[in-house]
């Protein structure tokens, strides 16, 4: 009878916890830095949150450290910072991490070399921030305009110093650009497949949900057979590279997201303490329901609940 | 020591035979039925593989009956037939059964209904497949020039009455088909999602290789996070129709293929005999590979060793 108390009372303990004036503050003190999750925490679409200005001035005013995490690649971090800046948020490019800067990042700590080119199934922000890292880019939305021809005995060329192929969010995905990738990856030898991320979708518009990047990764393991390295959420890699970039140990730092399988695991898979906001794609059903399996420390409506609470 | 004889003779059993002056006797009198595949069988793009013309000739006048089975979704019948013409073969429009044709089967033998409509993430051949099967078809190689406008608060509408969601090998593959056939999975109630096969690649050319239909089905499972009904081969679904319309059975059919994992898989699923030809996508030392195992029961260079191994 006791074994069945104890383990009932070790249930409750690991079920997440809506955030309380009586608990905000522990969470609060406890950590260094916060990992903000953008779309559906920050806004929706191209739409603020609300409440969002006062809770970043507040946990900045209380020295703590902001980091805005985002799996959308289709930005650069400092067309991302314009993002805010238009929003009347002002972070620094620093403050922002992007899976397409983790995806040029990846290439940077493994020493890719500077001779071999990176073809890009994914937009602009990729190939920006891969020539930021000093690497030359090919493809992007350049070749979202090109078109194949099947014509017999013609034979479609593709560029044998190739050497990693990064799959994102692309709007302009075509067959050419999935020959060219599929090419590179089964005929060059060790050419990398790396995935910004595996989103199934995304908030691209106020309105409605478009397929992710996990849309096109897809897409290229269907026909490559083979399978990513993911730089993006839930992959720690760019927990890493936040390590060492700041110095902060990840029991101290705070991963605030709207996503169960991306946010709130990239935060566990880190060891970080988690918040899950509603403002986004998950609702308390979904975060209760029994076929869920991954439990956030804390949940919350929207990030304006902490400086709330805090009163 | 017997034990260890009889298993190693067991293996010896199971193992594939080169077809014979011997064997290819036995193999052609206890079978009715010749299912052939096309590409790497019959014709590599757009030639014909060498004696193509006089063994279907050999077969036919021994009383077999020929089949062409196809994972090929971008033609229908009709279309095909068209091309065995083209290339001097003469067979009839009921001989070929591609899986365009089997996609519009498995909705007829499903009681589709009638007044619900059908979403083509594909080409012409399934839409042509459909509409003779009397259902009404959308998207296909229209919705290939439409663009996508992600602006603030537009709604990308898709119609409520589609009922079923037929993804193939497509060329014109874009992120407007890709969202219109995810919100049909996703949003309207119980809506079918079909794949007619998931080949990885396919020999679009004579030279080279290109993504498959399995490319655009991945890419759909990505964003729908569903997995579709599979229609073409390795699914006995064509079998089982191809049963029913011929009334052989399975035991008295040779399924012949370049394919191990797609035609003499599906030989095998379906209880036929099964003869790998060397004249596609499989060479020797893949099938003799020790991480292959699937073993047809005879292989041999191509299909015109029938004819002259008979004599």
Redo the contacts between chains.
């Keep these: 009878m006791d074994g069945r108390i104890s383990e009932s009372a070790m249930k409750e303990k690991t079920k997440c916890q809506p955030l309380s004036p009586r608990n905000v503050r522990d969470l609060v003190d406890s950590v260094d830095a916060f990992l903000f999750d953008c779309d559906g925490v920050i806004w929706k679409?191209?739409?603020l949150i609300d409440g969002v200005p006062e809770t970043l001035e507040t946990l900045r005013s209380m020295g703590k450290k902001l980091v805005f995490v985002t799996n959308n690649s289709t930005k650069s971090r400092s067309q991302y910072a314009k993002k805010f800046h238009s929003l009347g948020i002002s972070v620094t490019v620093d403050e922002i991490f992007s899976s397409s800067f983790a995806a040029a990042m990846y290439l940077k700590v493994n020493d890719f070399p500077k001779d071999k080119k990176v073809y890009v199934v994914g937009e602009e922000g990729i190939l920006e921030e891969l020539e930021l890292a000093g690497f030359t880019g090919l493809g992007g939305p350049e070749d979202g305009k090109k078109t194949?021809l099947?014509?017999?005995?013609?034979?479609?060329e593709h560029d044998k110093s190739v050497g990693a192929v990064v799959v994102g969010l692309?709007?302009?995905?075509?067959?050419y650009k999935?020959?060219y990738g599929?090419?590179c990856i089964r005929e060059n030898p060790g050419c990398l497949f790396i995935a910004t991320n595996?989103d199934?979708?995304g908030h691209?518009?106020?309105?409605?949900e478009?397929?992710?990047a996990?849309?096109?990764?897809?897409?290229?393991?269907?026909?490559?057979?083979k399978e990513p390295i993911v730089v993006g959420k839930p992959s720690t890699f760019m927990m890493d590279f936040l390590l060492k970039t700041f110095n902060i140990a990840t029991s101290r730092m705070c991963m605030v997201g709207d996503r169960l399988d991306t946010d709130i695991l990239f935060g566990q898979n880190a060891g970080c303490r988690t918040l899950l906001v509603l403002s986004g794609v998950t609702n308390l059903s979904t975060l209760e329901d029994s076929s869920n399996h991954i439990q956030p420390e804390y949940y919350t409506s929207k990030v304006s609940d902490i400086p709330k609470l805090l009163r």
């Design positions: 679409g191209d739409t194949v099947l014509r017999p005995n013609s034979l479609f692309d709007q302009y995905i075509n067959f999935l020959q599929t090419l595996r199934a979708v691209l518009t106020d309105l409605q478009w397929p992710g996990g849309c096109m990764v897809a897409a290229m393991c269907g026909s490559t057979q």
